[in-house]
């Protein structure tokens, strides 16, 4: 492997591990924003809350979901009650 390939994959690694790290401090930045009038900020809670599985967490979710009208967010929500529930028993 050449000098080039390997700076590649150097680089794509550093790439990877930053965008884990700026995905996973987006998530905790805005695990409280559920409610959020910004869909993205709605989008990490979810993501932050698929995460932490609790009876506590479904029920946060199952009201989210009697308020949330946007379709891709209310099937996220619904997978992830889906998933806790039987995760729960």
């Known amino acids: 492997m ?6 590649a994959l150097v680089g794509l690694g550093i790439g990877a591990v930053l965008g884990l790290f700026l995905a996973q401090y987006s998530m905790d930045r ?3 924003a559920l409610f959020s009038a910004q869909p ?3 989008l990490s809670a979810l993501g932050y809350l698929n995460g932490h599985p609790s009876v506590e967490t479904v029920r946060l979710l199952r009201d989210y979901l009697s ?7 209310r099937r ?3 997978r992830i009650v889906r998933r806790m529930e039987a995760q729960l028993g």
């Open 2 to 7: 050449g000098p080039r390939a390997r700076a």
């Open 30 to 32: 805005h695990r409280e």
């Open 40 to 42: 993205l900020r709605r």
């Open 67 to 73: 308020w949330e009208r946007h379709p891709m967010l």
């Open 76 to 78: 996220r929500a619904e």
